[in-house]
Nanobody
Framework: QVRLVESGGGLVQPGGSLRLSCAAS????????MAWYRQIPGKQRELVAI???????NYADSVKGRSTISRENAKNTVYLQMNSLKPEDTAVYFC?????????WGQGTQVTVSS
């Protein structure tokens, strides 16, 4: 059974940092494109960052320069390091794994940026 489990979310002050993790099982992890999405209540889920099986990365303009996506294939884990957090970063963050026609989602982890 395929599982994607996010962790690392929580409450942080503006300007602070968090590192999100997504641990995968039930897939050949190294073959998959991994991505982080986020969803703000009442708004459409949007792509935050993506990393290909070859290590190529891309970021949404809203997080570029403040965030880093990385993967550790030996641990079947993808990370999202977020720095200089802003209140508008508050959202549920989701992990996604894609390979060909296969797509899997985690259940999300809450990030709240507030004073």
């Amino acid at each position: 059974q395929v599982r994607l489990v996010e962790s690392g979310g929580g409450l942080v002050q503006p300007g602070g940092s968090l590192r999100l993790s997504c641990a995968a099982s039930g897939i050949t992890f190294s073959r998959y494109i991994m991505a982080w999405y986020r969803q703000i209540p009442g708004k459409q889920r949007e792509l935050v960052a993506i990393i290909t099986s070859g290590g190529v990365t891309n970021y949404a303009d809203s997080v570029k320069g403040r965030s880093t996506i990385s993967r550790e294939n030996a641990k079947n884990t993808v990370y999202l390091q977020m720095n200089s957090l802003k209140p508008e970063d508050t959202a549920v963050y989701f992990c996604k794994a894609s390979w060909g026609s296969m797509n899997y989602w985690g259940q999300g982890t809450q990030v709240t940026v507030s004073s």
